[in-house]
């Protein structure tokens, strides 16, 4: 073979031997099944009510269509990214797009509220294993722009999460409830299909077992948690406290058990990595923060100024117009540079953009807040790619399918915590201006919302702020790390 035809060869594979246009078939796949998994976690909101009537429940029962889709996502997702270590991750993720079809299909054809509720959790099971998987098959399917192709997951991810609500909309508006189940079945079908044709398993060299005992604990552990974390939104009940507190005992027992079995289903010595531990940390701040934003703003805009719902979608969406557009060049340049230092600017820019928010008046012109959104979600947008990369380049051998889960799951953790803490912050806040307690919005009175979102945002800023202190402890670590090797050289 000629020097010309090798070059061309390898100009048209990547540094892992695969094919262009297969990593970017590859990649559709895996933007296109992210992007309606987490978009079926938020598209539902805007259903509810039509869904309560059809089906003849109250306003607590039907949140359960919502709160099982997170809730069984988050208790499978580590189970599934262990499966996917052992098993190859293609073949769990096929696994989950198939899953979430059927239980697209089933939701849709539900005609009473048990049979959707049991329907959703189907579906979250087919969600978690997808998800579970899908930065493990990116890392594996792009070994030298990992970041890149990384930051394309956590835009679609990102766009999943803010368009629920807006598409959920439209479609209510014009159609039944149903087809918001219905839109999911030609996109599952077209994945799989091309999955079939385009995604390459890649199993062990030597399966280790599977930790029954280890899942049996984690799984309702993480259950009780995320469950008490959901319906910590409404008080701190004993029930809720209970359920936390179980929790905890569980997920203790787990940890005991991990470190004295053969083949653990959580490789526990990558937590001895303090960056690794920091980066996690640092992506649940983050995602709080952007979760009690999502929560509070819609108020501001709709209650406080009276700004009706079109416009105030619009101007929502420009939250994740910029992600999108920066979310892959942050994730490119990242590849250049390294992570680090992006992930820092990003938290930096983040942590000045919710400062701003503290600040905002009632009557700030429109084209300066939309400015204030966008710089704020700039900040996100630097930061997600990035700490994406830093979290699956930890991960050893023969475990990115754990690491890549567990992102997902600090994920989930830190969007479930914003509700929560958004919530509490904002009617704390609100009760303390008004001198009585308040949960939810006060007929006009404005100025008591403002006083509680100012508190919010200046709370949450100084969280993010946190998450730019254990940063520079990364630096420090990272530069001591390399001042040492110099020594030793």
């Not at 930065?135 to 803010?162: C, D, K, N, S, Y």
């Not at 999955?195 to 398993?201: I, Y």
């Not at 254990?470 to 110099?486: P, Q, S, T």
Request: proline share 4%.
């Amino acid at each position: 073979m000629s020097s010309g035809s090798t070059v061309a060869q390898a100009s048209a594979m990547g540094g892992d031997g695969v094919r262009q246009p297969r990593r970017s078939a590859v990649l559709i796949v895996i933007l296109a099944m992210t992007f309606m998994e987490i978009l079926d976690g938020t598209i539902v909101n805007v259903a509810l009510p039509s869904m309560q009537r059809e089906l003849g429940v109250d306003m607590a029962s039907i949140q359960w269509v919502t709160s099982i889709y997170s809730v069984v996502t988050c208790a499978a997702l580590l189970v599934f990214g262990r499966l996917g270590d052992m098993f190859g991750k293609v073949r769990i993720f096929q696994v989950g797009v198939v899953l979430f079809t059927v239980g697209s299909g089933l939701c849709a054809l539900s005609g009473t509220f048990e049979m959707l509720v049991i329907s959703r959790a189907v579906q979250a099971l087919g969600g978690a294993a997808s998800l579970a998987n899908n930065q493990g098959i990116i890392t594996e399917t792009f070994p030298e722009g990992r970041g890149r192709a990384l930051g394309l997951v956590a835009t679609f991810t990102a766009l999943g999460a803010m368009c629920g609500p807006t598409l959920g909309g439209l479609i209510v508006a014009t159609l039944p409830w149903e087809f918001i189940f219905i839109i999911n079945l030609p996109i599952g079908l077209v994945s799989f299909l091309v999955g079939l044709k385009v995604l390459r398993n890649q199993r062990p060299a030597r399966r280790p077992a599977f930790d029954l005992l280890g899942a049996v604990l984690l799984v309702p552990a993480i259950l009780l948690l995320f469950c008490a974390i959901t319906f910590l939104e409404g008080g701190a009940t004993p029930a809720n406290l209970g359920m936390l507190a179980a929790g905890v005992v569980l997920l203790a027992l787990f940890i005991v058990t991990e470190n004295h079995v053969t083949s653990p289903l959580m490789t526990l010595g990558i937590f001895r990595d303090v960056r690794f531990c920091i980066d996690l940390v640092n992506m649940v701040i983050v995602f709080l923060a952007m979760s009690a934003y999502t929560f509070i703003f819609p108020y501001y805009l709709q209650e406080a100024r009276g700004i009706n719902v079109g416009v105030s979608g619009l101007i929502m969406a420009c939250y994740p117009l910029v992600n999108s557009i920066c979310g892959p060049i942050s994730g490119a340049v990242s590849d250049k540079v390294g992570c680090e230092h992006p992930t820092l600017v990003g938290q930096i820019i983040y942590t000045c953009g919710l400062t701003v928010f503290g600040f905002v008046t009632l009557d700030l012109p429109i084209p300066f807040l939309i400015c204030c959104i966008m710089f704020t979600s700039l900040g996100s947008s630097i930061f997600q790619a990035p700490n994406n990369s830093l979290i699956m380049g930890h991960a050893p051998e023969g475990a990115l399918g754990f690491v890549g889960s567990l992102g997902n799951l600090m994920r989930y953790l830190g969007q479930s915590l914003g509700i929560t803490i958004g919530s509490a912050l904002l009617y704390s806040g609100m009760s303390a201006s008004i001198g009585y307690h308040v949960t939810s919005y006060v007929e006009g009175r404005p100025e008591v919302f403002m006083d509680g979102m100012h508190i919010a945002f200046h709370v949450l800023a100084v969280l993010v702020a946190v998450s730019v202190a254990l940063a520079l402890v990364r630096e420090y670590l990272n530069y001591r790390d390399r001042k040492a090797a110099r020594a030793d050289a």
